[in-house]
């Protein structure tokens, strides 16, 4: 049972470049979100998606960033024109569920680079 | 959400215990307490979660203090793989699953062989 697929582990964007950046849940989970870690700080939630729908996106910058969970394939963090400060890693959670008594699986994480 | 505080960072010797504390003043009568770690260049691990009475599972423990304003993850022996950054994080029962699990600073172990 393989665990949360994030890809690719590294990509390294020009500034003004299109990132995408990929997420494969677990088996059986339809609830995803997304986290960004800046270098040296702690992990910000981004958005919470379940297949075909938002939930929330409170954490995402308003613009150049969207997020979207089709019903079939990965999840798709998106970042248009990226900037230097889009550098940081990205990781991937899933769920089964929305019970708050029930753990996250994570993924390795994209590690984005802005150049 | 109820804030959390635990210490920036803690150092252990290899093989012994580990204590690692969490403070919750103000957490409600139906907010779960979550830990996870994160090692070195990967994404959080799950640990463990309680909501009243202590738990334990293969990789620790989990004390729960009376009052539920504190909390307590032992890790038995520390090895050189423990080595990461714990989180501790409330989550409310009566959260409508909105919200994502929200995560502070955490606490630094560093384990000395």
């Known amino acids: 049972n393989a665990g949360v697929m994030q890809n690719p582990r590294h990509l390294v964007r020009r500034r003004g470049q299109e990132a995408r950046l990929r997420c494969s849940p677990m088996k059986g989970h339809s609830h995803v979100y997304w986290y960004r870690q800046l270098p040296e700080e702690g992990l910000k939630f981004m958005v919470y998606l379940q297949k075909e729908n938002i939930i929330d996106e409170s954490g995402m910058p308003k613009e150049r960033f969207s997020a979207e969970f089709p019903k079939e394939g990965p999840s798709i963090l998106r970042i248009q024109q990226v900037v230097r400060g889009d550098s940081a890693a990205y990781f991937c959670?899933?769920?089964?569920?929305?019970?708050?008594?029930?753990?996250?699986?994570f993924g390795s994480g994209t590690r984005l680079t802005v150049v | 959400d109820a804030k959390t505080t635990q210490p920036n960072s803690m150092e252990s010797n290899e093989e012994e215990p580990v204590h690692l504390p969490c403070n919750h003043s103000?957490?409600?009568?139906?907010?779960?307490i979550h830990w996870y770690r994160q090692l070195p260049s990967q994404g959080p691990e799950y640990v463990i979660h309680?909501?009243?009475s202590n738990v334990n599972n293969r990789m620790a423990s989990l004390a729960i203090a009376e009052d539920r304003k504190s909390s307590t993850l032992i890790l038995h022996r520390a090895t050189l793989r423990d080595a990461a950054v714990y989180y501790c994080?409330?989550?409310?029962?009566?959260?409508?699953?909105?919200?994502?699990?929200?995560f502070g600073s955490g606490t630094r172990l560093q384990v000395q062989p």
């Open positions: 103000t957490i409600s009568g139906t907010d779960y």
């Open positions: 994080i409330l989550r409310a029962l009566m959260d409508t699953g909105r919200r994502a699990l929200t």
């Open positions: 959670a899933s769920s089964p569920r929305r019970i708050p008594n029930y753990g996250y699986t």
């Open positions: 309680g909501l009243t």
